[in-house]
């Protein structure tokens, strides 16, 4: 089975910092682009950012560059989303999503993990 | 970033109906667009990918159309297990983004 099991939310003061973690089992983790995205409760979904099966393409949503990083580490089939000087708009639901197409960056998200919660709260 | 404009934000509809739904891209994207749907407290599911093509899995009464910049999801004959929001996303380009969302409501 195809699973994807998000880590590492919890409550962080503004300005700290957090890493998320995301567990793949079930495929080739290093055949495909790997995802970010976020949900406040009650609002809608934001990509956040994307790394592609190799790492050699990443991607990051405006509102989160220069302070998050993404990154992958395939021999422990993990992917993770390190957050620094984090806001109060950081607030919210991250989700893991493995992309759709093997060896491609197309094609949107297939697979979704359960989510971890992020609160940014002084 | 490409901005994607999602009509209508709401929607009220009966089991049995045809509805529309659109999306708009601030610049041509191909056809690079897909749709999501998503449950209450429950993560999001593809639907459509390259904005026609049905992922595995999903009832044929959802098909998607449109290249360049507008798109559309259309569920042919609703069912009670659509009433939920509906988003499309682009990945033509990073910064990839999603639309605003449609919430499907009964009527």
């Known amino acids: 089975e195809v699973q994807l099991v998000e880590s590492g939310g919890g409550l962080v003061q503004p300005g700290m910092s957090l890493r998320l973690a995301c567990a793949a089992s079930g495929f080739i983790f290093d055949e495909y682009a790997m995802h970010w995205v976020r949900q406040v409760p009650g609002k809608g979904l934001e990509w956040v950012s994307g790394i592609s099966w190799n790492s050699a393409s990443i991607g990051y949503a405006d509102s989160v560059k220069g302070r998050f990083t993404i990154s992958r580490d395939n021999a422990k089939n993990s992917l993770y989303l390190q957050m620094n000087s984090l806001r109060a708009e950081d607030t919210a639901l991250y989700y893991c999503a493995k992309g759709t197409a093997i060896f491609q960056l197309l094609h949107g998200m297939d697979v979704w993990g359960q989510g971890t919660t992020v609160t940014v709260s002084s | ?107």
């Open chain 2, 1 to 107: 970033a490409i901005q994607m404009t999602q009509s209508p934000s709401s929607l009220s509809a009966s089991v049995g109906d045809r509805v529309t739904i659109t999306c708009r891209a601030s610049q041509g994207i191909r056809n690079d667009l897909g749709w999501y749907q998503q449950k209450p407290g429950k993560a999001p599911k593809l639907l459509i990918y390259a904005a026609s093509n049905l992922q595995s899995g999903v009832p044929s009464r959802f098909s998607g159309s449109g290249s360049g910049t507008d798109f559309t999801l259309t569920i042919s004959s609703l069912q009670p297990e659509d009433f939920a929001t509906y988003y499309c996303l682009q990945d033509s380009n990073y910064p990839y983004t999603f639309g605003q969302g449609t919430k499907l409501e009964i009527k």
